[in-house]
């Protein structure tokens, strides 16, 4: 099978070694705006070769959009314009918005929205990794506005990593990822704020920063130009987890203030049962 | 040489392995108010035998206490008050007040004040790993109130790890702490209460979270009995720097309502500036 991705970055570069890899796909075409990534692309072997992406579309069984999701949401009507019977499968990490630009689309059925929960901090075709996905969870959203044939082939792709596939309508998949991803990345930006801000005069003192540190401050590295189009589509949700994150440092910090021990010591253990869900 | 560790927990038990395997101790002698873990340390061969603190001084020429912080404050005067030639060190997470309550103790000299900038977020004898410790930082506290073959020995034991030493005085580690590791914590505590309490009705969400969030919401398994005591005795410091991170994370919030995606833009690439510190 011939398959085309469009944005050839971390997720794009990643999905492209593994489906070439384990054979699913015989060969990759990779499109993308920026000519440097292609050829970055093409010596890392990522691609078999690159194009525009009308020439892709015609030449694809799959067409995978990787962009940033505010690429994503005008690419998608022009490239299901002109598909026929290929299929066309989205990677991104908002969906509300993609969903109704193609609602009433006439090639609706011919688009699989999906959203492998699987990343790292960094960007570009040099982030791509091996085994990024695997074992990990993928979303389909609305299954139903897809074609039967279409939601085969991409469970059919995600099952070949091998991924686990989870079926939520649109509107839960923005809700949840907003709690499940986008929180942390403005909570690690915030505390690299925090401390950048505070210790720009003392250099050495991030020596002494602990590996706990560092993990909760690693997604402070992660790309704007992916994040502000995720914050700018799922604005409302992600202020909703925002507020409630506020108010629970700030409960915090009125327990400090008060010294009242006590209670900080119960929300500790209240906020341990994270073991039970983090491996 | 016999050291003795008391507290036999995630870092008490990591260096006496990295001790016992890098030759630095002959013998060492576990001491906890908890039969339990002693039991376990010996089955683990952290140890090679437990007894009760104050024989354990007799035996020793070197003590490390690695008790919580609160327990060390009550615990180092007493030990000090024991000791002829022996050297004392804590490997505590604050400085402050331990320094405060030994101050004008006439074995002062003997007492050594350190920080090892490691850890995970597990606690106890079975968390004990061996590598733990290397090529990490220490820090070296008020060095000028420590007699100089106490700070020569205690320079030595970490170099045989290997770990860099860092010197500082008592304040200024506080200070540091609170935001290269205590902060991380109280942010890592909240986010995982934000969402427990969201999603404590859908479990199967959990499968969705990706590793970005489990990095930034590990370290809220940590234990409450080791960090109740580290805000209590930093809680200063630790209101100080959770007031700043507010502040950012209310700034992002204000950005997101108004719209201003420009600004966030701009703010996440100076939070990416926390590249050049973590490597």
Not at 35 to 54: F, G, S, V
Not at 92 to 113: D, I
Not at 121 to 142: Q, R, W
Request: glycine share 4%.
């Amino acid at each position: 099978m011939t398959i085309s991705i469009v944005g050839i970055g971390l997720i794009g570069g990643s999905l492209a070694i593994t489906l070439k890899e384990n054979g699913f796909a015989d060969h990759i075409i990779g499109v993308d705006i920026n000519q440097t990534n292609l050829d970055k692309a093409i010596r890392r072997r990522l691609i078999d070769e690159d194009t525009d992406l009308d020439d892709a579309l015609k030449k694809s069984d799959l067409i995978v959009l990787s962009t940033p999701v505010d690429v994503m949401l005008k690419m998608l009507p022009h490239v299901l314009d002109q598909v026929d019977q290929q299929v066309v499968m989205d990677v991104g990490s908002t969906k509300v918005q993609l969903m109704e630009v193609v609602r009433e689309h006439p090639k609706r059925g011919r688009f699989v929205a999906t959203h492998p929960m699987a990343g790292t901090e960094y960007s570009g075709p040099e982030a791509a990794i091996p085994n990024l996905f695997d074992h990990k969870y993928t979303v389909i959203c609305n299954e139903g506005e897809s074609d039967q044939d279409a939601i085969h082939l991409v469970r059919q792709l995600y099952e070949s990593i091998p991924m686990s596939i989870a079926s939520l309508d649109a509107l839960s998949h923005d809700v949840h990822t907003a709690y499940v991803s986008h929180i942390s990345h403005i909570s690690s930006f915030a505390l690299a704020l925090t401390v950048l801000e505070k210790e720009h005069d003392e250099d050495r003192i991030f020596e002494l920063a602990s590996s706990g540190f560092g993990s909760t401050v690693r997604l402070a590295k992660s790309s704007p130009d992916m994040w502000i189009p995720i914050f700018r589509q799922n604005r409302d949700n992600v202020l909703d987890v925002l507020d409630e994150h506020i108010n629970q440092l700030a409960r915090f910090r009125s327990l400090l203030i008060k010294k009242d021990y006590e209670t900080f010591y119960k929300l500790i253990q209240e906020s341990n049962k994270i073991r039970k869900i983090l491996s």
